[in-house]
Structure formats: C-alpha cells, structure tokens
C-alpha cells in the first residue's frame, strides 16, 4: 500500500495581491502525475486546503478539478481531507454526502462520537487495507470547557490536555478496530503545533491559540500511529527526530521568507504495519527572490536576472543609508523589457534612519505604530498643515490591515 502525503495548500492564497492561479494549477497538475506515475492507493490532505474560510471561485474550481482527476486516476482509491486551521469546517463539509460517493472523505470537525474519525481504507477489490484517524483542527471550544475562576495557565493545560485527550480517544477506536485487522497500519492525520516544531519568520505559519503557546509535545500523542501525517508548519520536518511523525509542509513557499526551501510531499509505503518512508521534491514553478542592499546592490543583482533571462517575482529590500529618490521608478526602469515582476518593494534605509534620530535604547517592537509614523513625520521634517491629512490617511490604513488580520481565521 502506498500513501502520499501533502498538507498546506491555501489554495487561493497571494503573494502581494499577486495571484497565484498558475502555480496552484502547475503543483495540482504534477500532483496528478505523481499519484499515476508512483501507483498511489490513499491521498492524505492534512488541513489547510484553502486560504481562507470563504475561497474565491477559482480556488474551488482547482480543488474540485483536482478531486475529479483523482476520482478517476487508475490506482488511487481513497482520498482523505482534513480541516486546517484556515479552512471552514462547515465549507469544507457541504459537499461531504456527494464527495463520498467518488469515495473521497472530508472529515471538518469533530462530533461526539470520536468513531466518526476513524476510517477502514478500503481497495478497489474492497479489501480492507489501513485505518485512519483523520482529527481536523481542534479549535479551544472543541476541546476545552471554560471554567469559572481558571487562571491563563488553567486554560492553557486544558487545551492542550484536551487535545491530547481527543487524539487519544480517536486512536482508541483504532484500536478496538485493529482486533479484527491486526495487520493493518494505522495511520493519524492531525493539524496541530508540535514541540520545537520549526517556522521560518513570515512563512504564514498562523499561532493557533492567540496569546498562547500551545504546542503538543509529541509524547503525548498515542503511540499507535505506525505514520502521523501533520499540518500547519509549512517547512517539512520531523517531530522530535521521529522519520514515523511528519509534517510534509506547503507545496508552495507562502512567501518570500520560505522561497529557497525545497518544498515536499511524503511518500508511505508500507508493508503491512512497517512504513518506509521517502521524501519527493517539488518542481519550482515560479522563482521567488529577495534582494537586500544599497542601490547599486540591488541594481547589479537585477542586471544578472535581466540577462539570465530570469522570470522570477522580486521583494526588494533597500537598505542603502542614503534617501533615494524616486526607488521604484528607478528599480521599474532597471527591469525595463525582462520578464521580472517586482511583488514589493521595502524601504528599510528610511526606517532606519527613523530610529537612528530617536532615542537609542528604543526599539521598533516597543514603538506603537503611530509613534513610529509620528517620527517618521519629524525625521522627513513634514509641514505641519500636511500632517493632518496624512495621519489620518495612515490611521485609515493601520485600522484596514487590523481588521484584515481578524477575519474569522
Ligand atoms: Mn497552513
């Protein structure tokens, strides 16, 4: 039996307001091709399969596009999907009733019954062949009941014993199941943060429990998983040294920071419980690049794309000590008749030279953002009756991203 396991698509997302249409449909394309090529019996999505809770149109065609393609692929015979911590459970689901039928099994949340999660994997010639426990993201209220008087840390352990609680009331249905199936491996599939779990700063790896820390530690997930298939880190990686516990991470790097990883699906294949496991490398569809420094830094780097005739998508850090006039008509011309796009250009030079005329013990973490504006208006010696407007413009703006940022995810 052969398994392939993929987490983290966020289909729909964008880099920049930059879609990313092209790149979800070539990684959904060669995904097909792997599962025919490679004889893939069971596909496992361990959550996170869309942005957003409310995807835009395209994003759903791709998905169930895709869907249909592996209904119909000549070896794969079941398809598991799990809700993400950006999913809708309830979006997800709608067409649970209907997907079943193409023998592919959503699974959103969890009910009372723990039973629910648990699937005996069948072939085509109906022979049993794994059991799963497909857990989607546990959110705090799934697990965890409020209580009166309850201190930070109260809740904190609560949660996380409660999560670890689920699991292992899952796993024991499993159990119980694998009486009659001895031989048969059983797999989890979860969406969670495990202990010492690795993130690259701004690859999009969202804390689950705002204001908390609630990583699982790995001991305390039920030892009956012969493989655990997990989701929400997006750099592929081992729990706790373990090749049988893994995150596959994002097909697609989720932004410039995650750009030189080399992103991964898992490969499973095992022999009645014993898995084997290999890692299969995911073609770059779209070259990502961030260059840092001064202007002529910069300016040298994108006359070396510009004859290697690079197509890449550029975030462009300048950091120059001096204030340049007029960068990005400066950095648009320097790319003139190549196939670059500039995603995004970041004026560090310029904050910097903020916080160079303040007080030197501060920080731009301890700042509030309108301090930091606030310089910025002293530092560019603004007049007076410009500033009115331009305060309350980035007011306006501040308040955008704020409310953005809590959007039902
Ligand atoms: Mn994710």
């Excluded at 997907?99 to 959503?106: D, G, S, T, Y």
Aim: proline content about 5%; overall charge negative.
């Amino acid at each position: 039996m052969r398994v392939l396991h993929t987490s983290d698509w966020h289909l729909g997302r964008a880099l920049y307001n930059q879609h990313r249409y092209h790149e979800f449909d070539a990684f959904l394309q060669w995904l097909s091709q792997q599962i025919e090529e490679l004889h893939i019996d069971t596909l496992l999505v361990a959550g996170d399969i869309f942005d957003t809770t409310t995807p835009g149109n395209r994003a759903q065609e791709q998905y169930y596009r895709f869907l249909c393609r592996t209904a119909a692929s000549s070896c794969c015979s079941n398809v598991i999907i799990t809700a993400g911590n950006h999913d809708s459970p309830t979006f997800l689901e709608a067409p649970k009733e209907l997907l079943k039928a193409l023998n592919i099994q959503v699974i959103g949340t969890i009910t009372d019954n723990p039973a629910d999660e648990t699937i005996l994997l069948h072939d085509r010639q109906n022979q049993p062949m794994a059991i799963v426990c497909a857990v989607p993201y546990l959110r705090d209220r799934d697990v965890r009941k409020s209580l009166p008087g309850e201190s930070i840390e109260d809740k904190l352990n609560n949660l996380i014993n409660g999560i670890a609680a689920h699991y292992g009331k899952v796993a024991e249905t499993a159990r119980n199941l694998s009486l009659k199936h001895p031989t048969l491996p059983i797999i989890g599939m979860g969406h969670l943060f495990t202990a010492g779990g690795q993130t690259v700063d701004g690859d999009g790896t969202r804390e689950l429990y705002v204001g908390s820390l609630a990583h699982i530690n790995a001991a305390s997930l039920p030892a009956d998983f012969d493989y655990l298939a997990l989701g929400h880190l997006h750099s592929a990686q081992t729990v706790a040294g373990q090749p049988h516990l893994r995150y596959s991470g994002s097909p697609l790097p989720m932004s410039f920071a995650d750009a030189e990883q080399t992103k991964k699906v898992i490969i499973i294949e095992f022999n009645e419980k014993k898995p084997s496991v290999t890692e299969l490398p995911i073609p770059c569809f779209q070259p990502l690049q961030r260059i840092c420094g001064d202007f002529s830094e910069i300016a040298t780097r994108l006359e070396q794309l510009k004859t290697s005739k690079s197509n890449a998508w550029l975030e462009i850090v300048y950091t120059g000590s001096t204030i340049e006039s007029d960068l990005p008509g400066r950095i648009e011309k320097a790319i003139e008749g190549s196939r670059i796009q500039i995603l995004s250009i970041q004026d560090r030079g310029r904050v910097e030279k903020v916080l160079q005329q303040s007080n030197t013990s501060e920080t731009l973490e301890n700042m509030t953002t309108n301090e930091v504006f606030q310089r910025c208006l002293d530092a560019f010696e603004i007049a007076p009756e410009q500033r009115k407007e331009l305060i309350f413009a980035y007011n306006e703006i501040v308040r955008q991203i704020q409310e953005e940022g809590n959007r039902g995810d």
